[in-house]
């Protein structure tokens, strides 16, 4: 199929491309579209016109530094993946990036519009919203943060606002004494996940496990992140610890049955996957601050 037609806009300025948006409820942004072409292909979304914002050089950045990571609305998904600075303030990053689809796919979409896109079988979603980032969003009447544990409110909904452009994904640094880890099962690689985990533990200055949480993809409506601390109360990482874990996930997801999968399998897998992405995470713990 065709898309449907539409108007195109390819403003040179922030100011123009704000203005366009705030014209026009029915427009849409473009920066990378790996997410947005194949949906207008489909004619699964007909906006009336759409704002090409590929003219902003200025958002095409990753910068790190002791806070975090600042991730721009145009950089690409390669240009995070490959940053050592960003690697080294929060691994989770790269570790996640390498499992989005393939890498022709990276190389043109963009990180910032993989989260707004706000499908909760990506990988981006669910890490932003494990790691406590924040996204910096414009419009004509100005700036605002949104936490991106309140972004997501459906299959492919947020609260975005139309008139509103993504500006800047701000991911916190890994605190001292925590590891990351990601995982995930899809029918082929560069599939959609079937199910998919990424965890951060956090352990004390004797070494005891203090803190341990998950994100999950693909078996909720939208990113999903549960504590799972109470299955290591003893500070370890003990076979019968994760199992527990494992345990409180497959409770604590709520998947559907589609044509790739039935619901009682994605169950299944979040148990599985639960057990070993914490003990990669526990394994890989840091013992210092990046400085």
């Known amino acids: 199929m065709k898309p449907a037609p539409f108007s195109y806009l390819r403003p040179t300025t922030l100011e123009e491309a704000l203005s366009a948006l705030a014209a026009d409820p029915d427009a849409k942004v473009l920066a990378g579209g790996q997410s947005l072409v194949p949906l207008l292909s489909m004619r699964l979304a007909h906006p009336s016109a759409l704002v090409d914002i590929n003219g902003l050089d200025e958002l095409a950045y990753v910068r790190s530094d002791e806070d975090g990571v600042r991730i721009g609305a145009l950089a690409r998904h390669a240009d995070v993946e490959s940053d050592d600075s960003a690697w080294r303030v929060q691994p989770l990053l790269r570790q996640a990036l390498g499992l989005v689809a393939h890498p022709t796919i990276r190389n043109r979409g963009t990180t910032v519009g993989s989260l707004v896109h706000a499908d909760a079988a ?80 956090s352990v004390g200055d004797s070494g005891a496990i203090e803190s341990v949480r998950a994100a999950y993809l693909s078996v909720s409506l939208t990113p999903l992140v549960v504590d799972l601390s109470e299955a290591f109360a003893d500070g370890t990482a003990s076979d019968a610890n994760l199992a527990a874990a494992g345990e409180i996930a497959t409770g604590a997801v709520d998947p559907e049955t589609d044509i790739h999968a039935s619901a009682d399998y994605r169950r299944h897998l979040a148990g599985i996957l639960t057990r070993r992405v914490v003990a990669r995470a526990h394994a890989s713990v840091r013992t210092e601050e990046v400085r």
């Open 122 to 201: 990506a990988e981006m979603p669910a890490v932003a919203t494990l790691l406590g980032a924040r996204l910096l969003v414009a419009s004509s009447e100005g700036r605002r943060t949104i936490d991106a544990e309140d972004l997501f409110i459906g299959p492919l909904e947020s609260t975005l606002r139309h008139d509103e452009l993504a500006l800047e994904l701000q991911v916190p640094a890994l605190p001292a004494r925590s590891g990351t880890a990601i995982d995930e099962v899809a029918r082929r690689h560069g599939d959609y996940a079937l199910c998919g985990v990424a965890s951060v533990v």
